[in-house]
């Protein structure tokens, strides 16, 4: 893959809390720090292995070289699901994955990866910078010693792959499905076995039927896993994860041990390859699903609406119990989200939604 050129300009954000315990020293040679990033991904997976290595790559060019990140892929260093444990206690300075991922740490972290009917790629950005997102994600990860910052997105993600067609909400109940975040705790509410594992592993269960049907995350990545081949039903749209947001997330007392410069180089590594990889995931997913049509025999099907409907309904509850939290912090994180999630649909129904409704309608162009 081409390297693209590196972004002059990029969003900072201010520094979070720093971590109670201790940083072993990192790696210095010749006057630069070594710094081990560790991955949820397999090496180079299409997507979000391949943003990883754009992300370590992007914080060695703009630090100038002071800090040499090594990327670590899941399992090299740290099973995937243990990245957060590991840059939070110090193994390793930063990890890069999904905040979908660590929901038994906080109930509050998972809103900023992704929310059911919540917000698209752009919006998520917009919450953390312009209304107030940030702040609260920077508090929530400092409970665990972690600077996090987003660095990508997967764009709207898809319903997933289902051995059987899906008519009505009664086809959902007892269905053996893979999926995570929030969009878990929805499908529960609608009778789903919900199980989490990874992309390769959701590919086995599929194939071995102890899998009735999962999602990942789009026809990119999910493509390069090959679920296509045992579960040709592709159901769109994936409204349990509207967009999902990439992170890293940096051991703080790492990230406040840098000078002013370098934490800047990390927080403009992180901004400016936000856009890229979004961009990136767009593009490719278009080609991707034109080939599993064309190809590969892949069936794309809507999701009825009253299913929708019914996930909407579902969802509604679990945001509800989000506001009754018994944790003050994850009360004032969902009446962030949904003060700004509920502004800028609003404007949506004029703006955005107004451009693709016209766009689909019947004209020579």
Not at 12 to 18: F, K, N
Not at 70 to 94: I, N, Q
Not at 169 to 191: I, N, P, Q, Y
Request: hydrophobic share 40%; aromatic share 10%; charged share 20%.
């Amino acid at each position: 893959m081409k390297r693209r050129e590196f972004l002059k300009a990029g969003g900072g954000v201010a520094a979070g809390a720093v971590a109670t315990g201790a940083l072993a020293a990192p790696a210095i040679a010749q006057g630069k720090m070594q710094w081990k990033m560790v991955t949820a991904w397999p090496k180079n997976l299409p997507g979000p292995g391949v943003a990883a290595q754009l992300l370590a790559d992007r914080i060695t060019a703009l630090s100038g070289g002071r800090i040499e990140v090594k990327l670590y892929a899941a399992g090299e260093l740290v099973p995937g699901r243990g990245v957060f444990d590991a840059v939070s206690e110090g193994t390793a300075e930063l990890y890069h994955a999904v905040p979908a991922y660590w929901g038994s740490k906080s109930k509050g972290i998972l809103m900023f990866g992704s929310q059911p009917f919540g917000l698209r790629a752009d919006e998520q950005v917009g919450w953390l910078v312009h209304g107030g997102g940030q702040a609260l994600y920077d508090e929530i990860y400092g409970r665990f010693g972690l600077k996090p910052f987003l660095c990508g997105n997967s764009g709207p993600q898809w319903a997933g792959w289902f051995r059987t067609d899906i008519k009505s909400v009664d086809d959902l109940k007892g269905l053996r499905f893979r999926t995570t975040g929030l969009a878990s705790e929805m499908c529960a509410k609608l009778g789903m076995a919900v199980q989490a594992m990874g992309g390769r592993d959701m590919f086995q269960a599929l194939q071995s039927g102890a899998l009735d049907a999962g999602e990942f995350i789009g026809p990119w990545t999910d493509s390069a896993l090959g679920f296509y081949q045992v579960a040709k039903n592709y159901y769109w749209p994936g409204v349990g994860e509207p967009s999902s947001a990439e992170e890293c997330a940096v051991n703080a007392k790492a990230y406040a041990d840098l000078p002013d410069d370098l934490k800047q180089a990390v927080s403009y590594a992180c901004s400016s390859l936000y856009n890229d990889v979004w961009t990136e995931y767009t593009t490719k997913h278009a080609q991707a699903l034109q080939k599993l049509v064309a190809e590969q025999g892949v069936q794309v099907k809507k999701l009825p609406d009253d299913v929708m409907v019914a996930m909407g309904n579902a969802a509604g509850e679990v945001i509800a119990e989000l506001r009754e939290d018994s944790d003050e912090l994850v009360k004032r994180i969902t009446e962030s989200f949904l003060t700004y999630r509920n502004s800028i649909a609003d404007y949506m129904v004029y703006a955005d939604n107004g451009q693709m409704n016209a766009r689909a309608l019947d004209y020579t162009y």
